[in-house]
């Protein structure tokens, strides 16, 4: 079985920047738990998890490495903002190329095929990734753009 992943090209760009900053404030908090040495064994960057009450802190940390002009008051000190400022500024000043657009797809079918194999049993060595144009719209009107398409092939 061959898996294609496809993208909305407003929808799934706006929601992957918001994952990224995600996990930009887990790593932020996993590289602070291992130099403070408090990081538990086995974990990691992508097992982390942050409170509410910590992602303002670390999402602090990170808006304060951003190279992007931020606001700044008449002396030319950078303003201190609300976390909704912040976050808005950070997201809309993340780039998203070809590779992260390449990479959010190859995470899309990753997912499929790990659900095919856990919860489908579905042999592992019988499931394909197809690569086609990532914004192509799906043949059925209906059919959300955002979407991994399976195509059964023959043996």
């Known amino acids: 079985m061959e898996l294609t992943a496809y993208l909305d090209k ?21 590289l602070s738990l291992v130099k ?39 002396r030319g000190a950078v303003l201190t903002l609300p976390d909704a400022e912040m976050t ?6 993340t780039e998203i190329g070809s590779d992260e657009l ?4 190859r995470e899309r079918v990753d997912a499929v095929m790990d659900f095919l194999v856990k919860k489908g049993n579905v042999p592992a060595e019988r499931l394909f990734r197809k690569n086609d144009d990532l914004f192509k719209p799906p043949a059925k009107e209906q059919a959300a753009q955002s979407r991994v398409e399976l195509t059964a092939v023959g043996q």
């Open 10 to 30: 407003v929808k799934d760009l706006e929601g992957y920047r918001v994952e990224l900053l995600n996990r930009r404030v887990r790593k932020e908090k996993f």
């Open 36 to 74: 403070e040495r408090k990081s538990a064994e086995g974990q990691s960057a992508e097992t982390v998890t942050v409170s509410p009450e910590e992602f303002s802190l670390y999402l602090k940390a990170i808006y304060a490495k951003e190279k992007f002009p931020k606001p700044r008051d008449a």
């Open 88 to 93: 808005k500024l950070i997201l809309a000043n």
């Open 102 to 105: 390449q990479d959010l797809a």
